[in-house]
């Protein structure tokens, strides 16, 4: 039987699940929207190529009230970044470009660049130094590969002293994660914009140093460009969305969609939800495309139903290919979702928790023990800023998805539903 995602269902006691646990979780994601911690609430759970659970619970708007819809249109933020880089490795497939190449063969801005210099204690603060120019010459080029793991030393908030903030804000003004603009669209200014300002700073490491979050993404996306002479909206819909036979996604939807654009809440200073981007005025609602496409996932990032990341996420669990149609090889799936970071810094990343590594645009869990969910080695995805997340685990023939609409959900420390749904759909496996 064919149902949600155009994917096969099954019960899930013949996939493996317990449907008694499963349901209660479910009843955790109800009660979630009844006690008003989330708007709303969307959850999905594949195995073994079934779905085995899709459920969704409460409303586009906490304040109008209207329905969830299964087709509702979430933005996906950072968990753009997996589907960014799918295509790089598309790309690469085609021998367009290699992961190891510089990135100064499309972005000739960023040749001859200097590398900040360690700063002693009284200057990590208040950063003389640097801004009376101390740097040191770059060690070698960034390249693709740095860019896909997050390890390029591109200067961000949180690795530069507080002192060079102002040289920041023109790169990051007018992405909603401005400082001094937080939250705020520049409709004026382009992906490309941002990273030629970004261009003249000096790195805040050498390349390969270690794992931060930056803006590698959005260098990755003017690199894709260039590269293709095609814009990334475009590119999506041509190696991964018409391939897995996704349509009504993209970096921006038209008038006639916008009913199904979930509104983006925000936590009020009284711990309540409050809407700051309807559709009426969201700049993701136009006819045409707009200067705001980012691989990174700022601006919102790609637009997304869950029945669409559903299958772009059974396609990395089937190992690229889903219904005959073939998106990327098998060793590449492999190859995206290996822990890159053993072999470049060593270090475990700072966002998901105790215990991972990132491959290409994903988090990889290196570890069970010393963590608090239950889980697989290998276990590899990512989420975005308004709460969604997914996780994919080729040792369970497993993939689970959560949805939910509020910006920067993840880093309020009493919202963990998504971690609640993880731990339920692992603890519900026979």
């Given at each position: 039987?064919?149902?949600?995602?155009?994917?096969?269902?099954?019960?899930?006691?013949?996939?493996g699940?317990?449907?008694?646990?499963?349901?209660?979780?479910?009843?955790?994601?109800?009660?979630?929207?009844e006690?008003?911690?989330?708007?709303?609430?969307?959850?999905?759970?594949?195995?073994?190529?079934?779905?085995?659970?899709?459920?969704?619970?409460?409303?586009?708007?906490?304040?109008?009230?209207?329905?969830l819809?299964?087709?509702?249109?979430?933005r996906?933020?950072?968990?753009?970044?997996?589907?960014?880089?799918?295509?790089?490795?598309?790309?690469?497939?085609?021998?367009?470009?290699?992961?190891?190449?510089?990135?100064?063969?499309?972005?000739?801005?960023?040749?001859?660049?200097q590398?900040?210099?360690?700063?002693?204690?009284?200057?990590?603060?208040?950063?003389a130094?640097?801004?009376?120019?101390?740097?040191?010459?770059?060690?070698?080029?960034?390249?693709?590969?740095?860019?896909l793991?997050?390890?390029?030393?591109?200067?961000?908030?949180?690795?530069?002293?507080?002192?060079?903030?102002?040289?920041?804000?023109?790169?990051?003004?007018?992405?909603?994660?401005?400082?001094?603009?937080?939250?705020?669209?520049?409709?004026?200014?382009?992906?490309?914009?941002?990273?030629?300002?970004?261009a003249?700073?000096?790195?805040?490491r050498?390349?390969?140093?270690?794992?931060?979050?930056?803006?590698?993404?959005?260098?990755?996306?003017?690199?894709?460009?260039?590269?293709?002479?095609?814009?990334?909206?475009?590119?999506?819909?041509?190696r991964?969305?018409?391939?897995?036979?996704?349509?009504?996604?993209?970096?921006?939807?038209?008038?006639?969609?916008?009913?199904?654009l979930?509104?983006?809440?925000?936590?009020?200073?009284?711990?309540?939800?409050?809407?700051?981007?309807?559709?009426?005025?969201?700049?993701?609602?136009?006819?045409?495309?707009?200067?705001?496409?980012?691989?990174?996932?700022?601006?919102?990032?790609?637009?997304?139903?869950?029945?669409?990341?559903?299958?772009?996420?059974?396609?990395?669990?089937?190992?690229?290919?889903?219904?005959?149609?073939?998106?990327?090889?098998?060793?590449?799936?492999?190859?995206?979702?290996?822990?890159?970071?053993?072999?470049?810094?060593g270090?475990?990343?700072?966002?998901?928790?105790?215990?991972?590594?990132?491959?290409?645009?994903?988090?990889?869990?290196?570890?069970?023990?010393?963590?608090?969910?239950?889980?697989?080695?290998?276990?590899?995805g990512?989420?975005?800023?308004?709460?969604?997340?997914?996780?994919v685990?080729?040792?369970?023939?497993l993939?689970?998805?959560?949805?939910?609409?509020?910006?920067?959900?993840?880093?309020?420390?009493?919202?963990y539903?998504?971690?609640?749904?993880?731990?339920?759909?692992?603890?519900?496996?026979?």
């Amino acid at each position: 039987m064919t149902e949600f995602a155009n994917l096969p269902s099954a019960d899930p006691a013949s996939l493996g699940l317990d449907p008694d646990r499963l349901a209660r979780t479910d009843a955790r994601m109800a009660q979630a929207v009844e006690n008003e911690e989330v708007p709303g609430v969307t959850t999905v759970v594949l195995r073994h190529g079934h779905v085995a659970h899709h459920s969704s619970h409460g409303y586009l708007d906490a304040e109008r009230k209207n329905p969830l819809p299964e087709d509702a249109l979430f933005r996906m933020y950072s968990q753009t970044k997996p589907v960014t880089a799918a295509l790089t490795l598309a790309l690469q497939e085609d021998g367009l470009l290699y992961v190891d190449e510089p990135i100064t063969k499309w972005l000739p801005e960023f040749e001859g660049r200097q590398v900040m210099s360690p700063l002693d204690p009284p200057n990590k603060v208040r950063g003389a130094g640097l801004l009376m120019g101390q740097t040191v010459p770059m060690q070698r080029q960034i390249t693709i590969r740095d860019l896909l793991t997050m390890t390029s030393g591109l200067p961000s908030f949180g690795n530069v002293p507080s002192a060079m903030f102002p040289l920041l804000e023109p790169v990051w003004s007018g992405t909603e994660f401005g400082v001094l603009d937080p939250g705020q669209v520049d409709t004026e200014r382009s992906e490309e914009d941002h990273i030629i300002a970004m261009a003249q700073l000096p790195n805040a490491r050498q390349p390969g140093a270690a794992w931060e979050y930056a803006m590698d993404f959005d260098v990755l996306t003017v690199v894709l460009e260039r590269a293709t002479g095609r814009n990334l909206d475009e590119l999506f819909q041509e190696r991964i969305f018409g391939p897995l036979g996704i349509e009504g996604c993209g970096f921006y939807c038209p008038p006639s969609d916008a009913e199904r654009l979930v509104t983006n809440h925000h936590w009020g200073e009284d711990g309540g939800l409050n809407a700051v981007e309807r559709p009426e005025n969201s700049h993701k609602v136009r006819e045409s495309l707009g200067r705001q496409i980012s691989g990174n996932g700022l601006d919102g990032g790609v637009l997304m139903t869950p029945a669409a990341y559903a299958r772009f996420t059974a396609m990395l669990l089937n190992g690229g290919e889903l219904d005959g149609q073939r998106v990327l090889g098998r060793k590449t799936i492999e190859l995206m979702s290996a822990d890159h970071l053993g072999a470049l810094c060593g270090t475990e990343i700072d966002l998901v928790g105790p215990g991972y590594g990132f491959g290409f645009g994903v988090s990889v869990r290196r570890r069970i023990a010393g963590t608090p969910i239950p889980g697989s080695i290998g276990a590899y995805g990512w989420g975005g800023a308004a709460g969604t997340y997914f996780v994919v685990d080729p040792v369970e023939n497993l993939a689970l998805l959560f949805f939910t609409h509020v910006f920067m959900y993840q880093f309020n420390p009493a919202a963990y539903l998504e971690t609640d749904f993880e731990k339920g759909v692992y603890e519900a496996l026979l």
